[in-house]
């Protein structure tokens, strides 16, 4: 593999596409142990996701000579003091998608971030016994796990994204 910064990029994208991949044939399938191959290529595919978003700011940090181009994770390089002491275009947009929850880029971080969380217990209702026709709701139910189609459409979002920035960072 070339030691360039973009094959870097170029390789994480291609690797969620395969855990995508390998994730849907999953589903199909009939083996036992179908919900644990899917949370395996769910977790590989967000890995691998945040990873082409880690080569793509070391890619800008790079072209730029920023002093944080080697930074191992995003949220360093994505950060408002970053910017202010070295302001770029591409840093800014992805500080700004960053910084709006419901943006695909904020939500893949947030995803990813979640897979560092321990396992939580889920929550139970206190029952009162003295108004047993009562059924108490739970209104913070747990999320449910992000869809291969939304991984799906954060990669084609993030493959748009790395192309618009490689032509504008690329020297006449």
Known sequence: MAHELYTRTNQKIYFAGLALEAWKRAEEG???????????????????????????????????????????????????AVLEATPTPELAELLE??????????????????????????????????????????????????ARETLEEWRQQLKQLVLRFRESLSEC
């Open 97 to 146: 998608l960053v910084q709006q929850p419901e943006t695909w880029l904020a939500q893949l971080l947030a995803a990813h971030a979640a897979l560092f969380q321990p396992p939580r217990a889920p929550k139970t209702a206190k029952v009162d016994p003295a108004l047993p026709l009562i059924q108490s709701v739970s209104l913070d139910e747990e999320a449910p796990p992000v």
């Open 30 to 80: 009939q083996a036992m142990n179908v919900p644990a191959l899917v949370q395996a290529e769910r977790e590989a595919a967000l890995f691998h996701l945040y990873g082409a978003v880690l080569g793509l700011c070391h890619e800008v940090a790079g072209y730029y000579r920023l002093p944080q181009a080697g930074a191992p994770r995003v949220e360093l390089l994505l950060s408002p």
